[in-house]
């Protein structure tokens, strides 16, 4: 038995199946806002903007994205059949970014990002294309607002893993400082006890350490709690 091929609708049979080209309602916008992926990087987030905008806003949808001084990214939804052996992941030309686009159909949307949080900067377009319809300047903002709110998402996410990055540096700083001053008391507290040198201080630390398998900063908060090194049977302290 041999598997059927399934092949993607061409644009045409995209359109008509279409219902919302042309005829949006708020529902259809907020569709394609809550399939948009939360995700630091744009190309992830923008495809995700194209997919479904091709569902619930427009009959296709296409994304140029230049990130910094890397390689263009372009994306198109949907996927098209072409019969002449063509690429069938891109859009026909009046349809992808940086072409002249077919009068009265298209409405395409630039857009930048400017670099921060240690990111490049990213900038490039998206097309909005319907078939059988003219776009008229509601379909203008809408394609912007959603464009806005996909750059949104990308800086809140970038936002979000800055912050967490600062707040893990801080943590571990914060731990640093505490351990650094526990085993400085712990070593003075050793040189008075046992009338030994800084080094010799340090070593028994260790010794100790090694001998009971727990980190030198535990062993140090030990000697100041306690005053001194608990005795056990290697080093008889």
Known sequence: MTDAIVRPPTLSQHAATMPCAGSCSVRDIEDVTRGIVRSAEPAVVLSSLARYSHLAFSDACAIELSEGTDALFQVSFPILDTD???????????????????????????FNSASGHGYASFAGVAVHTWIGHEPTADDAIIARLL?????????????????????????????????????????????ARHRVTREEAVSMLRQSSGTTGRPVHEVAADVVRTRDLRPHSQDGW
């Open 84 to 110: 002449d052996g063509g690429d069938d992941t891109v859009l026909p030309e009046t349809a992808r970014p940086g072409m002249e686009p077919l009068a009265g159909r298209t409405v395409t949307t630039a």
């Open 147 to 191: 464009v806005d709110y996909a750059l949104g998402i990308v800086q809140r996410e970038r936002l979000a893993r800055s912050v967490a990055s600062a707040e893990d540096r801080a943590a571990k700083l914060a731990v640093e400082l505490i351990t650094s001053r526990a085993e400085g008391e712990a070593t003075g507290l050793l040189m």
